[in-house]
């Protein structure tokens, strides 16, 4: 019996993990040649969603007014409603959804020396910067260990579209613990058992109306 239950959690987690693969590929992306299979399909559930909405009428464009929210900025209302002119079935809560998850889905890939994942998710410029600090990091036979405990704040804070080409700035506040051990596995720097607050100004950028439904990150700084 006991061993029952176990495979039925087994299922259970391979079909949360499937779900989880599935919508970060279709909101950040990661670049496999079905990627125009997958933003019609995106695009085709949000428009049956907010069809479906009290109030709206047929032929309504794009998902109602998830820009409502942003209204105390006109800078990102106007950035946000430029972008859907072009791509009316962009969802700026959706977008955030993503990034959210994606923020520690790459600084555990940095931590570990995941090159493979980092190269889905960064631009050329910022990969470059990060595989020289993994380099650099290696040659000296350093490793890390951290892990995000809490990612208390993501907000939007810049949005701007340069043709059709749209980038989006999240501001991150994260509780990290982040320790750098040398060769014989001695913590040289951090402290396991103390957490720091971090705050990352990430930039994303894509193109809007292509095929290629991915987000890159673009540019990182500290706040």
Known sequence: MGEGFQFIDIILLAMVAGFIALRLRSVLGRRTGEEQG??????????????????????????????VRLEADPVLRKAFREMRRIEPHL??????????????????????GDRKTLDQ?????VKADF??????????????????IELSESTIIKAALSGRVAEITVRF???????????????????????????????????LGSDDPAWLLVATRND
């Open 131 to 148: 595989l020289a600090a993994l380099d650099a990091r290696e040659a000296a036979n350093q490793t890390v260990e951290g892990k995000v």
């Open 91 to 112: 969802d700026v809560d959706v977008f955030l959804d993503g990034a959210r998850s994606v923020y520690p889905m790459i600084l555990d890939a940095f931590w570990q």
């Open 121 to 125: 998710f960064l631009s050329e410029d």
């Open 38 to 67: 997958q933003a019609e399909g995106l695009a085709r559930r949000m428009d049956t969603a907010h069809q479906g909405e009290p109030g709206n009428s047929e032929g309504a464009a794009g998902p109602s007014d998830t820009v």
């Open 173 to 207: 506040e994260a509780e990290v613990v982040s320790v750098t051990k040398n060769a014989d596995g001695e913590i040289i720097e951090g402290n396991v058992s103390d957490t720091t607050t971090v705050h990352d100004i990430w930039t994303f950028e894509r193109t």
